[in-house]
Each structure stands twice: as structure tokens, then as C-alpha cells.
């Protein structure tokens, strides 16, 4: 099923991570946060894109392997 929620802005994603939007700036640019899509010049996020990240920093010790 095709998800029908409006694309997510930075600063929509930054709030719901309660992370500055200037962190997401660093980690596309390092390519370590939620996938991400450009229309136009602007930068947008789908948020099952934003779930899927969430689910995959799930992680059981800080235990560094």
C-alpha cells in the first residue's frame, strides 16, 4: 500500500527526532541518516523512510563490537 502522507521536511524530521536540523545537514552528507529524496533544490523525507532508519538503530547493549 502506498504511503499517502506528505513528504517531511527537515525541519519536521529534526523535530521528531529532536535532533537540529543542522545534524541532518552532516548526516546526508555523511550518507549515516534516513534516506532522503530532492525536489527541485529542496530536500524532502518520506517517513517510512524515517521509520525504517528509527527501526534500524533499534539496538540491545552500548557495547561497542
Do not use: N
Not at 523535530?15 to 545537514?25: A, C, G, M, Y
Amino acid at each position: 500500500m502506498r504511503d499517502t502522507r506528505p513528504l517531511a521536511t527537515p525541519a519536521e524530521v529534526a523535530e521528531h527526532l529532536q535532533k537540529p536540523v543542522r545534524t541532518l545537514e552532516q548526516w546526508r552528507y555523511l550518507g549515516i541518516g534516513p534516506s532522503f529524496i530532492r525536489v527541485g533544490r529542496d530536500v524532502r523525507y518520506r517517513w517510512r523512510d524515517i521509520e525504517r532508519w528509527e527501526d534500524a538503530q533499534t539496538t540491545a547493549t552500548t557495547a561497542v563490537a
